[in-house]
């Protein structure tokens, strides 16, 4: 079934101000293929740089007009090779001026990658090359085809191509060529241009599963060109604006934000965790897209250095913080967004706008004292900087525009290409993630029956619109429980709308975790990793939008005596009365100690083992998880959303 919706129904929709916000300077709305897009930029941008990465040796740079020219020989080399259209091609590789030539060159020869980091886990590369049933492969480097080497036998790969410079080995059996070699190969054939439609399949990218087996998701031509041609309704970049990336350029939400941006000109400088702080300052970026970790990261960073002030200058900066955040927050109840006040009244705004204008005087002196000197940090030169991935704390929101930097959240999973609401520049409504981008639609239903709810009530978020997936690839079930038969997809995610259709989420209906850094979590093999553990009776991982997960967990009180008996102390628990000199509580250190030896065996034990894996805080609670006192279903499932708000304040303590 075609997902594309003719962009004349999707203009028929939209404000006049965001009609004004979405002309580039290039005209892409008849543009079907994310191929055409690069012929077009080149000849626009011609000499401005596309790609920079100061940090290879030596540093790569890529104009315009080179990156059209090297996405060209790159998928003419592949069909040199006897790529056709519609091959699958396994991409395992990391960011790069190189990747986005490869990831490109394989559309533009009609291919259709599927993509993962070099760094993830063995078993699961390996199940993305057969499950896609990719012939050909493009890794990294040697390293990156070392690991992969001896199952590859057992698969129909034909051709690898490494993305380094290093010598091939001449005794493999596979045909295996460098970047430069393919490339050379490119130059020397004609590109044939392969008859594609906007709902042909452009890419694979393949999502967490419960099961340990991902689930690739189909993103088509029409997925991706919604995003180009639409997220300008969020941001209104300049051809040689600056900016600057950190996230995994295979992860939709990078991936969708680089089409973006390139196509309008930008320059795209790659940088890393280690190397981002000294970067914002060297490059300046007018843009970056990030999750709430790298805010929350900046922030400490400013917070560390108040706290090394002078006591004087310490309160002084803490006294005009706080001012501007009485400020902000007036403000924002003046001009009718803020969520706390969302229904507030004629004479409530006017109030607001008074006590905004008497304390302006004070933000102004926070700005000329403070406020400026942090922005140098982050170059000084940015116009909006794009968070997802999960929520955005509300003191960071508040902080970042205390600052005078814009965070525009937004929101959208590896489903919807990502992106499906996001916050505007002229409306950019804290604590929501924004109104729909323009062909989109939010619906939000009951749960229970999926009747559709008033504006206001809280249930579970239904999307609909043209970067919609095709579905789980191979897995019609995995796609028939997510996607409804009008086209509606579930998200899993609950949440409300503002009156003025600003999506509000208020936690997951489904058990997967994301972090803070955008990693997702599925819970479920992790807590049955943990329950091999004797002292460990039930558990339950908790973490949605925290820098890791913890744990709720009921002890094997039995097995706990046990150990308690050889180890000469007498278990002490809450309702005891007695307290022998030589007795231990739960929250002594001896346990927690015990427990935390547990659960890091158990978990770095666990086949398909990643660092964010690993449990952060953790707390030990005596009552059980049982169908009697509600927190089970009939058939033994913990019912997590009732468990999380039972025990609320005790999560909010143990990530505090």
Same mark, same amino acid.
């Given at each position: 079934?075609?997902?594309?919706?003719?962009?004349?129904?999707?203009?028929?929709?939209?404000?006049?101000?965001?009609?004004?916000?979405?002309?580039?300077? $290039?005209?892409?709305?008849?543009? %079907?293929?994310?191929?055409?897009?690069?012929?077009?930029?080149?000849?626009?941008?011609? %000499?401005?740089?596309?790609?920079?990465?100061?940090?290879? +040796?030596?540093?790569?740079?890529?104009?315009?007009?080179?990156?059209?020219?090297?996405?060209?020989?790159?998928?003419?080399?592949?069909?040199?090779?006897?790529?056709?259209?519609?091959?699958?091609?396994?991409?395992?590789?990391?960011?790069?001026?190189?990747?986005?030539?490869?990831?490109?060159?394989?559309?533009?020869?009609?291919?259709?990658?599927?993509?993962?980091?070099?760094?993830?886990?063995?078993?699961?590369?390996?199940?993305?090359?057969?499950?896609?049933?990719?012939?050909?492969?493009?890794?990294?480097?040697?390293?990156?085809?070392?690991?992969?080497?001896?199952?590859? %036998?057992?698969?129909?790969?034909?051709?690898?191509?490494?993305?380094?410079?290093?010598?091939?080995?001449?005794?493999?059996?596979?045909?295996?060529?460098?970047?430069?070699? *393919?490339?050379?190969?490119?130059?020397?054939?004609?590109?044939? &241009?392969? !008859?594609?439609?906007?709902?042909?399949?452009?890419?694979?990218?393949?999502?967490?599963?419960?099961?340990? +087996?991902?689930?690739? #998701?189909?993103?088509?031509?029409?997925?991706?060109?919604?995003?180009?041609?639409?997220?300008?309704? /969020?941001?209104?970049?300049?051809?040689?604006?600056?900016?600057?990336?950190?996230?995994?350029?295979?992860?939709?939400?990078?991936?969708?934000?680089?089409?973006?941006?390139?196509?309008?000109?930008?320059?795209? $400088?790659?940088?890393?965790?280690?190397?981002?702080?000294?970067?914002?300052?060297?490059? +300046?970026?007018?843009?970056?897209?990030? $999750?709430?970790?790298?805010?929350?990261?900046?922030?400490?960073? #400013?917070?560390?250095?108040?706290?090394?002030?002078?006591?004087? @200058?310490?309160?002084?900066?803490?006294?005009?913080?706080?001012?501007?955040?009485?400020?902000? @927050?007036?403000?924002? /109840?003046? !001009?009718?967004?803020?969520?706390?006040?969302?229904?507030?009244?004629?004479?409530?705004?006017?109030?607001?706008?008074?006590?905004?204008?008497?304390?302006?005087?004070?933000?102004?002196?926070?700005?000329?004292?403070?406020?400026?000197?942090?922005?140098?940090?982050?170059?000084?030169?940015?116009?909006?900087?794009?968070?997802?991935?999960?929520?955005?704390?509300?003191?960071?929101?508040?902080?970042?525009?205390?600052?005078?930097?814009?965070?525009?959240?937004?929101?959208?999973?590896?489903?919807?290409?990502?992106?499906?609401?996001?916050?505007?520049?002229?409306?950019?409504?804290?604590?929501?993630?924004?109104?729909?981008?323009?062909?989109?639609?939010?619906?939000? #239903?009951?749960?229970?029956?999926?009747?559709?709810?008033?504006?206001?009530?809280?249930?579970?978020?239904?999307?609909?619109?043209?970067?919609?997936?095709?579905?789980?690839?191979?897995?019609?079930?995995?796609?028939?429980?997510?996607?409804?038969?009008?086209?509606?997809?579930?998200?899993?995610?609950?949440?409300?709308?503002?009156?003025?259709?600003?999506?509000?989420?208020?936690?997951?209906? @489904?058990?997967?975790? #994301?972090?803070?850094?955008?990693? %997702?979590?599925?819970? !479920?093999?992790?807590?049955?990793?943990?329950?091999?553990?004797?002292?460990?009776?039930?558990?339950?991982? $908790?973490?949605?939008?925290?820098?890791?997960?913890?744990?709720?967990?009921?002890?094997?009180?039995?097995?706990?005596?046990?150990?308690?008996?050889?180890?000469?102390?007498?278990?002490?628990?809450?309702?005891?009365?007695?307290?022998?000199?030589?007795?231990?509580?739960?929250?002594?250190?001896?346990?927690?100690?015990?427990?935390?030896?547990? *659960?890091?065996?158990?978990?770095?034990?666990?086949?398909?083992? &990643?660092?964010?894996?690993?449990?952060?805080?953790?707390?030990?609670?005596?009552?059980?998880?049982?169908?009697?006192?509600?927190?089970?279903?009939?058939?033994?499932? /913990? &019912?997590?959303?009732?468990?999380?708000?039972?025990?609320?304040?005790?999560?909010?303590?143990?990530?505090?």
């Amino acid at each position: 079934m075609s997902k594309t919706q003719p962009a004349s129904s999707i203009l028929s929709n939209i404000s006049e101000r965001e009609r004004l916000a979405l002309q580039g300077s $290039v005209d892409y709305s008849k543009v %079907n293929l994310l191929s055409e897009i690069w012929p077009l930029a080149a000849k626009e941008f011609g %000499n401005i740089v596309a790609l920079r990465n100061p940090h290879s +040796k030596p540093e790569t740079v890529v104009t315009y007009t080179q990156l059209a020219e090297q996405i060209q020989q790159f998928a003419a080399g592949l069909q040199a090779l006897e790529v056709k259209a519609g091959d699958r091609i396994s991409l395992i590789a990391d960011n790069s001026p190189r990747w986005f030539i490869a990831d490109q060159g394989i559309i533009t020869a009609g291919g259709v990658d599927a993509v993962r980091s070099s760094q993830a886990e063995k078993e699961e590369l390996l199940f993305i090359i057969a499950n896609s049933g990719s012939t050909v492969l493009v890794v990294e480097d040697l390293k990156t085809l070392g690991k992969l080497r001896e199952r590859l %036998n057992d698969l129909p790969i034909r051709l690898v191509i490494l993305l380094s410079d290093e010598t091939p080995p001449t005794d493999d059996a596979l045909k295996i060529l460098n970047f430069n070699q *393919l490339q050379e190969i490119g130059a020397n054939h004609t590109l044939v &241009r392969p !008859q594609q439609s906007a709902d042909d399949l452009a890419t694979l990218i393949y999502t967490s599963g419960t099961t340990g +087996k991902p689930k690739g #998701v189909m993103l088509s031509h029409s997925n991706l060109m919604h995003q180009v041609k639409y997220l300008r309704a /969020i941001v209104q970049p300049h051809p040689g604006d600056v900016v600057l990336s950190i996230l995994p350029t295979w992860h939709s939400y990078e991936r969708s934000g680089e089409y973006f941006l390139l196509s309008q000109g930008c320059t795209q $400088v790659y940088t890393n965790l280690r190397s981002v702080k000294r970067d914002l300052r060297e490059f +300046k970026p007018n843009y970056m897209i990030a $999750v709430p970790r790298l805010w929350e990261s900046i922030y400490e960073g #400013v917070q560390k250095q108040f706290r090394e002030q002078p006591a004087n @200058k310490q309160r002084l900066i803490n006294f005009l913080v706080e001012m501007s955040e009485k400020y902000i @927050k007036a403000q924002r /109840i003046a !001009q009718g967004l803020c969520l706390d006040h969302i229904q507030a009244s004629g004479l409530e705004r006017t109030l607001a706008k008074i006590q905004a204008l008497a304390l302006l005087p004070l933000h102004i002196l926070g700005e000329k004292i403070v406020y400026a000197k942090v922005r140098e940090a982050t170059g000084g030169q940015i116009k909006h900087v794009i968070s997802g991935g999960g929520a955005l704390p509300r003191h960071i929101d508040n902080f970042f525009e205390i600052i005078g930097v814009d965070i525009l959240q937004g929101y959208g999973l590896t489903e919807t290409s990502p992106v499906t609401n996001a916050r505007r520049p002229w409306r950019n409504f804290r604590g929501s993630s924004g109104q729909p981008i323009p062909g989109t639609e939010v619906k939000i #239903v009951d749960p229970e029956n999926r009747q559709p709810l008033p504006k206001g009530k809280r249930g579970l978020v239904l999307l609909k619109g043209p970067q919609i997936m095709q579905g789980y690839y191979q897995n019609p079930e995995a796609t028939a429980k997510v996607i409804d038969t009008e086209g509606w997809f579930d998200s899993g995610d609950l949440g409300w709308v503002t009156p003025e259709n600003d999506l509000v989420l208020t936690g997951r209906a @489904k058990d997967t975790i #994301v972090l803070t850094n955008g990693e %997702n979590i599925e819970p !479920q093999p992790i807590e049955d990793a943990c329950l091999r553990s004797p002292y460990v009776d039930q558990i339950m991982l $908790v973490g949605q939008d925290q820098r890791s997960i913890g744990a709720l967990i009921v002890p094997n009180l039995e097995a706990l005596a046990k150990w308690a008996e050889n180890q000469n102390v007498q278990l002490r628990l809450p309702e005891q009365n007695s307290e022998p000199s030589t007795s231990v509580d739960l929250e002594s250190k001896i346990i927690q100690d015990l427990f935390r030896q547990e *659960l890091n065996r158990e978990v770095q034990n666990r086949p398909g083992y &990643r660092l964010d894996d690993r449990i952060g805080p953790f707390r030990l609670i005596l009552e059980p998880f049982s169908i009697e006192n509600g927190l089970m279903t009939q058939t033994l499932k /913990i &019912r997590r959303h009732i468990v999380a708000e039972r025990y609320r304040d005790l999560i909010n303590e143990m990530f505090a």
